[in-house]
């Protein structure tokens, strides 16, 4: 689309009546069932209202415009875009997928000085572990630290998969829940 054309101003406006309906569900942190259904009830028709205004706009304009091919795009992603309106956990936005790629993005140049394949694999390896604490709701340094002290105090090979992060988050867990000796003798 060329900037400042006007006629983006309705979809643009859609658009942040959808994100209006998130905003405020977020803010007053409303369950799945009640963002699902404030999706159906308020989000449905706007997201109808946008997809007959592309599908207009695409078939009048020559389909070589910016506006005709940013209509073509969305509509090809149709199903994607709208699939929100279906599971309640779907953000109306990707903005995590797009920090995740962007991350990919700046690193791919720090990646040419690994030093070699080997350095390179490693660090890999890293960004794996890292990745997999924070899926696991593990904060990284603190699992580095401990695993890292463990590893240079001996810890048995044979038992390296407790030491991957969601069995480690468990074991941590446990072990704040078990009255220590010292807390008992007092």
């Known amino acids: 689309m060329d900037a400042g054309d006007t006629r983006a101003a309705l ?3 859609l658009i942040g009546r959808l994100f209006e309906v998130e905003r405020e569900a977020d803010e007053q942190q409303v369950e799945e069932t009640e963002r699902l259904r404030r999706r ?5 028709a ?9 599908a207009e706009v695409y078939n009048r304009e020559p389909p070589k415009s910016p506006l005709a091919r940013a209509c073509r795009y969305a509509i090809n992603q149709w199903k994607s875009l709208t699939r929100f309106m279906e ?11 797009e920090l995740r790629l962007r991350e990919i993005a700046v690193g791919r140049k720090n990646y040419l000085f ?5 350095g390179a694999e490693r660090a890999a390896c890293v960004y794996t572990l890292v990745a997999t604490c924070v899926l696991a709701g593990v904060e990284p340094w603190a699992y580095l630290a401990d695993v890292l002290e463990k590893l240079a105090q ?3 090979q044979r038992r390296l998969e407790e030491l991957l992060p969601p069995m480690w988050k468990a074991a941590r867990a446990a072990a704040s829940q078990t009255p220590s000796t010292s807390s008992a003798a007092t």
């Open 11 to 13: 979809p643009l406006s």
């Open 40 to 44: 159906d009830t308020l989000s449905r």
């Open 46 to 54: 706007v997201t109808e209202q946008l997809g007959r205004w592309m």
């Open 87 to 97: 599971d309640a956990r779907l953000p109306l936005h990707n903005n995590a997928s």
């Open 114 to 118: 690994a030093g070699s394949d080997a």
């Open 154 to 156: 001996g810890w048995p």
